[in-house]
């Protein structure tokens, strides 16, 4: 974060940042009730049934293309971290499909009469630096002249369609494990409200900026069965969607799960964003938290994750091996949080 506070506040323009932004997923579900409904070809792998973190399309006996895209408005106020942020976000779809990105498009929505040129020009080289870090090229993409500051990537992947790994294929008896830290959209809210500290800072931008890049290796291990990234709705909502794909019920150990530090101490101050409150409406229902799980952990289960850690659903013998991905990669607080269960889609919390 820089010593100096920047002039223009980036955070100010935006009411919401990150994937704190993302439309509740019951409202979502509401909205997207119809779409299944239209034609489907046979080299469709991935669609949007099962609400899976990108689409995918068979090219031949030995590529798949992966397609997504992300956007959202800013979570804080540096320029070049926004960007940094938003590009790792995005990319981080491709990586839960288990492919490599080898190429993306920049989307950008800018307030044109109120940021300067030279901040607009310091969002897209954040984006540009992740992009270089993962390998690949900005080759172009779409601006336009919005309301409120908008920046993110339309992301293209390649993986062998063998190696596809669906947010819908986990078993009964997978362990299941978490790559990354629960509490960004804390610290986010804590900067949303000109109330974080250095370390707190640094804290977030070094967690929502590490790519997911475990996601490709994964992809090669059999025991893993199936693999998606923690982002707007927390950890609850899309443990949800791997029940729901698989028809199975997961149980995970609130002890067990990675926090970022203090931000427990900060949910008891009020650090909490909007979107954890929109999550728990839209599916508490099926949520069995047990009698010992605190508001501040259930304000962290329902937390929206920016560029949130892989969730994994592996058999119990593969765990060491995914694990070992995690850790060569630099991912030091990877962890086995939970498995998945034969019974009704639901996660229950003890």
């Not at 500290?197 to 090669?220: R, V």
């Not at 893993?224 to 997961?250: I, K, M, N, P, Q």
Request: hydrophobic letters at 45%; charged letters at 20%.
């Amino acid at each position: 974060m820089n010593d100096v506070a920047p002039e223009i506040r980036l955070t100010s323009f935006s009411h919401g940042g990150g994937c704190g932004c993302k439309i509740a997923p019951a409202l979502l579900s509401e909205i997207l009730k119809n779409s299944a409904r239209l034609p489907v070809p046979d080299e469709l792998l991935v669609g949007i049934a099962t609400s899976d973190d990108a689409a995918v399309y068979k090219l031949n006996a030995d590529q798949a293309l992966i397609a997504t895209t992300d956007f959202f408005m800013p979570i804080v106020d540096d320029p070049y971290d926004f960007g940094r942020i938003a590009a790792a976000n995005a990319l981080s779809d491709v990586y839960a499909m288990g492919g490599k990105p080898i190429i993306a498009l920049a989307l950008v929505g800018m307030p044109i009469d109120k940021l300067p040129p030279e901040i607009i020009g310091r969002i897209l080289a954040g984006g540009e630096s992740i992009c270089a870090e993962a390998g690949i090229p900005i080759a172009g993409g779409h601006s336009i002249d919005s309301v409120e500051p908008i920046y993110g990537l339309v992301a293209l992947g390649l993986a062998h369609p063998d190696r596809i790994k669906k947010n819908s294929d986990a078993r009964a008896g997978d362990t299941l494990i978490l790559g990354k830290p629960l509490g960004v959209g804390i610290l986010a809210a804590a900067v949303k409200k000109g109330k974080i500290d250095a370390e707190g800072y640094k804290q977030l931008i070094a967690t929502a900026t590490q790519l997911n890049t475990p996601g490709t290796a994964l992809s090669a291990l059999d025991g893993v069965h199936a693999l998606t990234d923690v982002t707007g709705f927390g950890l609850l909502g899309h443990t949800l969607e791997l029940c729901r794909g698989a028809g199975l019920a997961a149980r995970l150990s609130m002890r067990d799960v990675p926090v970022l530090p203090r931000v427990e101490d900060m949910v008891a101050e009020g650090f909490v964003t909007g979107a954890s409150g929109r999550n728990w409406a839209s599916y508490g229902r099926d949520v069995e938290l047990g009698p010992n799980i605190t508001p501040a952990e259930k304000a962290l289960l329902t937390d929206p994750q920016t560029s949130g850690g892989l969730l994994v659903a592996c058999d119990p013998d593969a765990v060491q091996d995914v694990l070992s991905v995690f850790r060569a990669q630099s991912f030091s607080q990877a962890a086995v949080i939970g498995e998945m269960t034969a019974g009704r889609a639901s996660v229950a919390v003890a």
